[in-house]
Nanobody
């Protein structure tokens, strides 16, 4: 199996920044993509950003221009740099590792709270 561990969440004021980290460990033949998702209380989990093994990135419209996803393949680590944070960014952020169309692994999540 694949184990996913997220870190870097916390409390930040509006306009501030945070960087989340996601480390994947275990055994797999190939890693197709990794990404960040978030879930606020009472809402569905939504995609934030993804990055493929080839380096292609995709962002939700709500975070374009503010968030940046990056990857260190040698360390099996993905980062999410979050700038200009807004209260509506408050959520539990989850890291996902996709090995195939039907094989996905999730971390336990890290809390991000944006409040003054």
């Amino acid at each position: 199996q694949v184990q996913i561990v997220e870190s870097g969440g916390g409390l930040v004021q509006p306009g501030g920044s945070l960087r989340l980290s996601c480390v994947a460990s275990g055994s797999w033949f190939s890693m197709y993509a990794m990404g960040w998702y978030r879930q606020a209380p009472g809402k569905q989990r939504e995609l934030v950003a993804t990055i493929t093994s080839g380096g292609s990135t995709n962002y939700a419209d709500s975070v374009k221009g503010r968030f940046t996803i990056s990857r260190d393949s040698a360390k099996n680590t993905v980062y999410l740099q979050m700038n200009s944070l807004k209260p509506e960014d408050t959520a539990v952020y989850y890291c996902n590792a996709q090995l195939s169309t039907s094989s996905n692994f999730w971390g336990q999540g890290t809390q991000v709270t944006v409040s003054s």
